[in-house]
């Protein structure tokens, strides 16, 4: 598969005065279709990273390519059309006095006509299931239907990238699983890249690759199940330590032999059953 | 300091065409030192409960006791000043509220509203400020220039350096990183052990309810739905899936294996309980007692 992103030796300081750059020479790919997570802990430089690769910080050294086009100042809006972003605070993205007001805002700034913008966006509340709030204040929903708001303004332009900064995380356990089965389902209907920068364990499960930031380097890169058999050092990484690898340390801390690697709860629970049946 | 709740309702915007009922028929009793957890989804009525422990919200019926103090329909704002410099209140992100030049002047900032001198406000700022885990290196910074998980424990200084006897936590840890989550949870429970504060505290983590409170309410549609310990409110599954709550990972883990014959004394609600429980049954240990 051809690769959407292609970021190469890239370097970001907040100020020429900063000792250490946000951004330390991080080189990866991104396959299109793929769905790829960026962990690290507050404060590590994976957002930092997520708007280098939008266009939202002039980076000074390293390149950035995104669907074939090098980012650069005067091709900085075309790269911008291929990425929505969706962050934590939805409060933070609203600029509509209405729902249908707020999906249709980038299609305005899109100069997309009244006749083509008014089924588009009704399409995209649609999809998002938020159809019935069109008329509604943005203010007063609830954040998971902010989420879905937010989302249904990314459907709207259909870029080919969409990034989640946290997008998950102001939500409640229901929210969130809400909203992660509506962007696989978005994924694989629009054949969407999906980058999702996050602590959550199951959003972070949900990708096919993750990338660990720390102090703006990147230090590791691998599949879910092998960053998760790291168990309890995944706190200094910047993720929860799943339930599975939990349970094991405080087996382990009362004398009983554990599997090695990461197991799922599935798996866990058939262990269990097994090593309690053999009697 | 008791906090008691007798049949408390609350409408926004009463006696308008726009009222909408919020909380009816409230009733339950925090002890002195308790730790309470409110759990509910978004819209349940969370927010607006506990913003009737200090009454920034009236309840249109009934009546609140806090330690002795009580907020009717009929409490006006000048009865309310004793109030609320014992009950401590931190909002969801209180950095947003950060504003002055420097941590010290921020943190200090409460207690001077309340008639503390500025040399002992200063000197309280400090305090707290190791209290948060933050040392005396920060206090002449600005807030603006720190990370969000720093400011945020500022804020909660300025709130603790009012040196509340009951503090409400408006879902404390979102947005932070699990170590973050994890360390200010410990500082909480410190409060809770150490000084003997009474702990509300609004979450949606089921982890956290199982592994702190002493009782959660649970809150549905604006009513009280029940408020008992952690262990009687999830040892239900009928109840709680009725209820549409969620329930901590080791308890419903233990569900599982529970269906597959595995028994509990007790359903176990935290990956410690489980292993305790999963090893007097494992083979060979000899310690089954059977």
């Known amino acids: 598969m051809e690769n959407i992103i292609d970021v190469q030796h890239l370097s970001y300081r907040y100020q020429d005065t900063d000792g250490r750059p946000a951004l330390d020479d991080i080189s990866f790919t991104v396959r299109a279709g793929e769905w790829l997570a960026l962990v690290g802990h507050n404060g590590s430089g994976k957002s930092t990273l997520a708007r280098a690769v939008d266009g939202l910080l002039p980076f000074s050294e390293g390149t950035v390519v995104v669907g074939g086009i090098q980012l650069t100042p005067e091709t900085v809006w075309e790269v911008r059309e291929k990425i929505g972003m969706i962050f934590q605070n939805p409060d933070n993205q609203f600029v509509g006095a209405t729902v249908e007001d707020d999906v249709a805002f980038g299609l305005e700034n899109r100069q997309i006509s009244r006749a083509e913008m008014v089924p588009r966006v009704k399409a995209a509340l649609d999809e998002v299931g938020m159809q019935a709030f069109a008329q509604r204040e943005p203010g007063a929903l609830s954040g998971g239907q902010k989420q879905r708001v937010a989302l249904a303004g990314i459907v709207a332009i259909a870029p080919d990238i969409l990034i989640l900064d946290e997008a998950t995380s102001m939500l409640d356990p229901q929210g969130r699983r809400d909203m992660l089965a509506l962007v696989q389902r978005l994924r694989e209907e629009k054949h969407l890249t999906v980058i999702s920068i996050t602590h959550d364990i199951d959003e972070a499960a949900s990708a096919d690759r993750i990338l660990v930031i720390d102090d703006g380097k990147l230090v590791e890169e691998a599949k879910p199940a092998e960053i998760f058999a790291q168990g309890e050092r995944l706190v200094h990484l910047g993720l929860d330590v799943p339930f599975t690898a939990k349970l094991k340390q405080a087996l382990q801390d009362r004398g009983i032999t554990v599997p090695t690697g990461y197991q799922t709860t599935t798996e866990m629970e058939e262990w269990l059953w097994q090593s309690l049946s053999n009697t | ?290």
């Open chain 2, 1 to 290: 300091m008791a906090i008691t709740f007798e049949h408390v309702g609350y409408t926004y915007q009463a006696g308008t065409p726009m009222a909408t009922p919020a909380l009816s028929d409230i009733s339950f009793t925090v002890p002195d030192h308790g730790y309470l957890a409110i759990i509910g989804h978004t819209g349940s009525g969370k927010s607006t409960l506990i913003q009737q422990i200090n009454a920034l919200l009236k309840p249109t019926t009934g009546k609140i006791t806090v330690d002795g103090f009580t907020i009717t329909p009929q409490t006006t704002n000048a009865d309310l000043k004793p109030l609320r410099r014992h009950v401590g209140m931190v909002f969801q992100f209180p950095e947003s509220q950060l504003f002055e030049e420097t941590i010290q002047r921020d943190i200090a900032f409460g207690p001077q509203n309340f008639g503390v001198s500025e040399a002992e406000a200063n000197q309280r700022a400090l305090e707290m400020l190791r209290t948060v885990g933050l040392d005396e290196s920060f206090a002449k910074r600005s807030p603006f220039e720190l990370s969000g998980g720093q400011m945020r424990r500022v804020a909660i200084a300025g709130v603790l350096a009012m040196q509340p006897k009951v503090l409400i936590l408006d879902e404390p840890t979102a947005g932070l990183d699990p170590q973050g989550r994890l360390e200010m949870m410990t500082l909480f429970n410190r409060l809770h052990q150490e000084q003997g504060l009474t702990i509300i505290l609004v979450t949606h983590q089921m982890e956290d309810v199982a592994t702190y409170a002493d009782e959660v309410a649970v809150m549905q549609a604006g009513k009280l739905l029940t408020c008992a310990t952690p262990q009687e409110v999830f040892s239900d599954p009928a109840w709680v899936q009725s209820s549409d709550i969620a329930v901590p990972r080791a308890a419903k883990f233990a569900q599982r294996l529970g269906e597959r014959g595995v028994k509990w004394d007790q359903l176990p609600l935290t990956a410690d309980q489980l292993a305790d429980q999963l090893v007097r049954q494992w083979p060979g240990t000899g310690a089954k007692h059977d």
